[in-house]
Every structure is written in structure tokens, then in C-alpha cells.
């Protein structure tokens, strides 16, 4: 009988320190720091790469036989294995 009330107790025990983690989340006005700078790109020198992935998206299931689309997709894959495998 103890020990099922030692459980309901703890139980409530642990919802009462969720709902005040909850309370004092939720409660917080902006005083945390500022967030980490952001990365902003040179608009002025475009990356043509990144220009022919966005238009093999845009071409769709017809992208699967365009030669241009697989070879970019190709080069897409080893940069971003080689880049995986860099950081083990």
C-alpha cells in the first residue's frame, strides 16, 4: 500500500515540475540572448550550380532524362558525401 502511494505522490511530483518548466518557458519576455549571426550570401555573384539545381526542381519527373539534370545531381551527391565524410 506504501509503495503505491509513494508511486501517485512522485508521479503528481513530476507533472507539477512539468508544468512549472512549462509556465516558465512560455513566461519569458525576450530576455534571451540574441540569436547567432546569420550567414548572408553575396546576392551580386549568383552560383550558377545552385541556379541549375533550382531549374532541374522546377523541370519536375522530365528532369529524370535530361543529361544536364543528372550530371548536375551527380555532382550535387559528391559534394555533399564528401563534405559528410570530411567531418567523421
Known amino acids: 500500500m506504501a509503495c503505491k502511494w509513494f ?3 512522485a508521479a503528481a511530483g513530476l507533472v507539477a515540475v512539468a508544468i512549472t518548466a512549462t509556465a516558465m518557458t512560455l513566461g519569458r519576455n525576450g530576455d534571451e540572448a540574441e540569436p547567432a549571426a546569420r550567414v548572408v ?3 551580386a ?16 519527373a522530365a528532369a529524370t532524362g535530361d543529361p544536364a539534370c543528372l550530371k548536375t545531381w ?12 570530411e567531418a567523421r
Open 7 to 9: 508511486a501517485r505522490t
Open 74 to 85: 551527380a555532382e550535387n551527391r559528391k559534394r555533399f558525401l564528401s563534405s559528410a565524410s
Open 45 to 60: 555573384a549568383p552560383d550558377p550550380f545552385r541556379a541549375e539545381l533550382k531549374r532541374c526542381l522546377g523541370l519536375g
Open 41 to 43: 550570401r553575396d546576392s
